[in-house]
């Protein structure tokens, strides 16, 4: 089930997954501006002032393009880190609160008071979940739709197949439900709706666009990697995610060390903060999908391409029903 704004103006039933370092205005506007959900993680500006001013940027560009051309755009939103050691949390919702932002994804916690701040000016809550406890705690917190994070997705991801745990999910929970890993052709996006989700949650591919902020070489290691190269570890922030292995390898970490997690700290302290953004920044993270990544595109460009893979792919299905 759709949140009503979103299906007013998608052209692809698609998010853009905020990505560390990576997501900024360019990619956010895009990503609207041709039917897909922007998104981008609070803690990308290194302070609540900062944040304000990506917020008014994207409103006022987004803004234009609506007045220019006559049709909406496609919501954006915002990637919170609900944490104890995000010192921010509270003075970024209230940025949140101030700019009514449309759509607000929570990590790393479901807090009722945050989302209910949300639906005061009538926006949407998401969180992700990598278990069906937290599936169920998010739900008892109020929230509007469920990131499914399943095996395979680039950053924080899960270890569960997507077919059992949407099918698990949907038995207490019927509103949005949204799923993430391995998703990068518009193939996938439909293989995501067979499965029973609403929307499709992609990061990795966007990572290979013109618009995100990610580094050249960065997006060419997307482009000659495979599965192989995917390796999932606690070691970078305490937090189980997949990373490139020849980054991992650069960085001086071997297998040995892949093994063992750090402590979670998304910013209790200034260094604290600049460490988690240095280990990111050398450190790539990236999802199984990378198997289907094979150039780097503008944002506008990629979305054409999805769009036109999805609607191949529900055509095929749809041929299906006269020979089954």
């Given at each position: 089930m759709l949140p009503q704004n979103f299906s007013e103006t998608l052209s692809l039933p698609a998010v853009a997954a905020p990505m560390f370092l990576i997501s900024g205005p360019d990619?956010?506007?895009?990503?609207?501006?041709?039917?897909?959900?922007?998104?981008?993680?609070?803690l990308n500006q290194r302070s609540t002032?900062?944040?304000?001013?990506?917020?008014?940027?994207?409103?006022?560009?987004?803004?234009?393009?609506?007045?220019?051309?006559?049709?909406p755009a496609a919501p954006y939103g915002v990637n919170l880190i609900v944490h104890k050691?995000?010192?921010?949390?509270?003075?970024?919702?209230?940025?949140?609160?101030?700019?009514k932002v449309p759509v607000v994804i929570t990590s790393l916690g479901a807090v009722s008071d945050i989302v209910d701040a949300v639906h005061s000016y009538g926006g949407v809550v998401f969180h992700d979940v990598i278990s069906k406890r937290h599936a169920e705690k998010a739900a008892e917190a109020g929230v509007d739709g469920l990131i499914l994070v399943c095996?395979?997705?680039?950053?924080?991801?899960?270890?569960?197949?997507?077919?059992?745990?949407?099918?698990?999910?949907?038995?207490?929970?019927?509103?949005?439900?949204?799923?993430?890993?391995?998703?990068?052709?518009?193939?996938?996006?439909?293989?995501?709706?067979?499965?029973?989700a609403d929307l499709a949650y992609m990061g990795t591919r966007f990572i290979n666009t013109k618009e995100s902020k990610a580094d050249s070489a960065y997006q060419e290691m997307i482009v000659e990697s495979?599965?192989?190269?995917?390796?999932?570890?606690?070691?970078?922030?305490?937090?189980n995610a997949n990373f490139l292995k020849p980054s991992l390898e650069a960085a001086g970490l071997t297998p040995e060390l892949w093994s063992k997690a750090g402590k979670i700290d998304f910013g209790k302290e200034l260094d604290a903060a600049q460490a988690?953004?240095?280990?990111?920044?050398?450190?790539?993270?990236?999802?199984?999908?990378?198997?289907?990544?094979?150039?780097?595109?503008?944002?506008?460009?990629?979305?054409?391409n999805l769009k036109k893979e999805f609607r191949t792919a529900i055509e095929e299905q749809y041929n299906l029903l006269h020979k089954y």
């Open positions: 990619l956010v506007v895009e990503c609207c501006k041709n039917g897909v959900v922007g998104t981008f993680p609070a002032e900062g944040f304000e001013q990506w917020l008014i940027e994207i409103e006022n560009r987004l803004s234009g393009f609506v007045q220019t051309n006559g049709k050691t995000n010192p921010r949390l509270y003075a970024d919702v209230e940025m949140i609160v101030k700019h095996a395979g997705a680039g950053g924080h991801a899960g270890t569960l197949h997507p077919m059992a745990f949407v099918n698990e999910v949907k038995q207490f929970f019927n509103k949005t439900i949204l799923l993430s890993g391995c998703i990068s052709t518009g193939r996938d996006v439909a293989s995501a709706l067979q499965i029973g495979n599965t192989n190269d995917i390796v999932y570890t606690a070691a970078v922030s305490g937090v988690e953004a240095k280990a990111w920044k050398t450190i790539w993270s990236a999802g199984q999908g990378v198997t289907s990544i094979n150039d780097v595109l503008s944002t506008r460009q990629l979305i054409d």
